[in-house]
């Protein structure tokens, strides 16, 4: 596998990117930036991937209807409204590309429109019109667009690295905003990635999609599936390597680092889920098979009770094997050993499916870290996987609860 | 269909029935009744449905194995430890039977056992055979044994009704337990229904089967299902119809009134899931068939979003569209009604998959009551299905974060 190495600069990491992000009054009485734009200088090859939900927003239909040629230069993306079940949504994503389109001097079926919040709600596009005129695009504006397209994010969610491909030094990185209706399958998620790597659309398609099955799309937060997920990869070939175009190994060494960047901005999204106090990895071992495995994590992701007792770092092991139990995988609960880790060490707590006596202290501490591990052990075969999720809190149910005020 | 009245008495309404509670100190630091006892004078025919989870607790194990004759007499329940997962469990239920079966003087297979509380700790049967003897069986037991059973309910949940089968007045009741951990195929729930009439155990399961999937499997509280649920009917006969032994009139009547004492327990289930503040019913009309409106119905009542706003008083139907649309039924979503119910009035928030303008106020007022409905209307057909299910509050995550405490 080709070196990777962690750098700086987020979206704009990879040569000929820029971005910039304003607040132009989408929702008037919201004071923080929400609306972002990257650009590349040159047009890129690109491949995105949508949600899966039936109802989509407008700007998600737009998008895959301009991705088909694979070809885009820009993203234009909104947060407060989403632009979803909304009277005239389609013409306000329309629009919206074509003002970006306008500012940038580029063809509107080259930009990505992509927009977040409130569903059923029409998009004020006068006011995106109106201000962005005053949106600066500049290499070190990862940050700036980062931060227009969060929403009940607390934190932004960058990263970038570098390999190598075809004897070049090729740079790729990411912003991305998640938070709440993260899901497998793509919850409401926005990540663009960009990359100055020489690769064709159909090899990023295929890149893409094989990444997402083990980074987004294992992470839930809760359980929801969003009008509006999209997770876009733009290259725009300004490190000169020869272009990708077949599953060699420059092929590989381009995917694997896909696969770092999603998988860094999936764990970020699960940490920062709506409310949470900590990341809950949760690790199966030893499953029949990546299938089996991945229900187990999954479902054991998803339990609510498993959820609220790591919030309660409660070491209450058997909501985590009655999770297993119900997953739909098949494998025997008897032979099923439980433990939790974390920086403060790692404790069993079920070998063979039964309780094991522990020492509740210890298990308190190690629960109550910022980031908790629930491992399941298996001794039926390879399959091993992660899932990322997070506790459920108080504050889930009280931004829920608000959300629209 | 044969008139049903409403009666008092719930799982000691029927004929020859009686029942007790009382505390007999399962865990030591808990106050509350925690020992049931349900006895019929003469034995019954019976059958049940348990928890589809894979990790099944051993007293669901065990009634597994002794209803296979279609025979029960009495039924024994605990709550506060789980018996499922733990270092002896099969050892426990298996003496739980025999206590039972000495203190009543009939075979040890003719009792049930069921199990609720904690998994993975052993479940000490020594207080239950020391203490067995203070329990009295009383005409008027079901309330004592139904606090002995309840959990984190915060309320008995028992019902009664009578009707005729073969020009005999039969009488049906029941009482239940749920709380958390009530979901679709049986969350954590148990269940006991006795009736007077005259049934075979066959004809039972059949009704049984049939009544189960439009009432408990249309309940979410949580979305996790449990090791120990189950359901139980035992049938005395003593009402003195003939045995109903066939898909006849009587059998439908039977079944109807089993029907209506579950869907009754399942909505007090609903209504009482832990830290709930009010009961959601959701009523998916106009779908293209059963399964389809089951579909949509169920996955709205699950989305934690749709809780969390539910507990707002939040009119953000967005969310009950977007649960709608990963639901994987198929609809259109440019075709879906919806609107809000409540005994403050109707408002309806989306026409043709689109927002309207409402009047927020009353709006929050309709979902500020104790019962609200979602009405969902598509035009597509005659799937007509309710499912059940409460708001997502800050008590259930208090409950669950400290629930072994």
Redesign the interface.
Known sequence: MAVMKKIDGGVCAATGFTAGGIRCGIRPNQTKKDLALIFSEVPCQAAGVFT?????ADPVQLDQENLRDGIAQAVIANSGI?N????HGRQAAVRMGQIAAERLGIPAENVMVCSTG????DLDTDVIASQIGTLVLRRDGALEAEEAIMTTDTRPKMTAYSFTAGGKTCRIGGICKGA??I?P?MGTMLCFITTDCAVSSAMIRKALQEDVRVTFNRVSV??????NDTCLVLANGLAGNAVITEEDADYAAFRDALRQVMQDLAVMVAADGEGATRLLTVHVQGAKDEETAEKLASAVC????TK??M??A??????V??????SGAE?D?QKADIAFRSAAGEIAV?AH???LAFDEDLARKILSQDAVVIEIRLPDGGGDVCCWGCD???D??????????
Not at 118 to 121: D, E, K, L, T, V
Not at 397 to 402: A, D, R, T
Request: charged share 15%.
């Open positions: 899966k939900n039936r109802v989509k989403a979803a079940c909304a009277p409130i569903i059923g709600q709440g209706m899901h399958n809760d359980g929801d599936t969003s009008t998803q339990s609510t009770l609220a007792a919030f309660g409660d070491a209450n092991w058997g909501r094997l009655c999770a297993c139990g119900y494998f609960p079920c499916g039964q309780g459920l809190t108080y889930y149910v009280k931004i829920n609860g608000e959300y629209r005020s």
